[in-house]
């Protein structure tokens, strides 16, 4: 388990990585009006904005295997549908990664054609299909570790909870209105969201492997080991 929780949070920490190094270089955009798909598709380091959702995939991908075989969360019915849930986030990524965007918005979609019409589409529903998936699998990770987790690790549950709901907040709200930012702010929005998620699955990552040391420290691996 140890090293299965070591290699997500090398994964997620390459992905924070390589998502910042793609906003670097000269060019046109601004991260906080164009989003992280624009960036993927136009600008100097798109590579690296593309290489930071695949490694995310891989992040996703040992969280699923934590909670499905370690039982890092317990073991009822309604965990085993977290695994599902995490299926189709890494779905919806790929997806996202694979069709970049074609319009920034939907008045200059409508004069493109009919193939760049249904690239769109697909990059679209791959985005819906990540966020909204990565949110239900925040909220009931965090809800989970809240119940069968002891001490300091219900506290970290209560964290990764809350990012779900404030993830959603920042995506859909005109939150930088509020703290005096003007103007098209759909970038900023975009990625404050997206940090939010990508804390709740650093935080899961990290819960594994305390809870791997812990186990270790016992001789056994238990679920409530403390």
Request: a positive charge.
């Amino acid at each position: 388990m140890k090293y299965t929780a070591i290699a997500g949070l090398i994964s997620a920490i390459l992905s924070l990585i390589t998502m910042l190094i793609g906003h670097m270089g000269k060019h046109n955009l601004n991260w906080m009006s164009n989003q992280i798909s624009t960036f993927a598709a136009n600008a100097p380091n798109d590579a690296w904005i593309t290489s930071s959702m695949i490694l995310s995939c891989f992040s996703l991908l040992f969280i699923g295997v934590l909670i499905s075989k370690y039982q890092i969360l317990g073991s009822n019915y309604f965990i085993h549908l977290l695994p599902l849930i995490i299926g189709a986030a890494i779905s919806g990524l790929v997806v996202l990664a694979t069709f970049e965007e074609t319009a920034r918005t939907l008045k200059a979609l409508k004069g493109l054609p009919l193939n760049e019409i249904r690239q769109q589409t697909f990059h679209d529903a791959g985005l819906m299909v990540f966020f909204y998936c990565s949110i239900c699998l925040s909220i009931m990770a965090g809800f989970f570790c809240m119940i069968f987790r002891k001490g300091k690790e219900k506290l970290l549950g209560l964290i990764i909870w809350s990012m779900g709901p404030v993830s959603f907040f920042l995506m859909t709200t005109s939150w930088p209105n509020f703290i005096g930012i003007n103007g098209h702010s759909a970038g900023l929005k975009q990625r404050a969201s997206l940090l939010c998620l990508w804390i709740a699955m650093t935080l899961l990552l990290f819960l594994a492997f305390n809870i791997s040391l812990k186990s270790k420290e016992n001789g056994v691996t238990t679920l409530n080991s403390d």
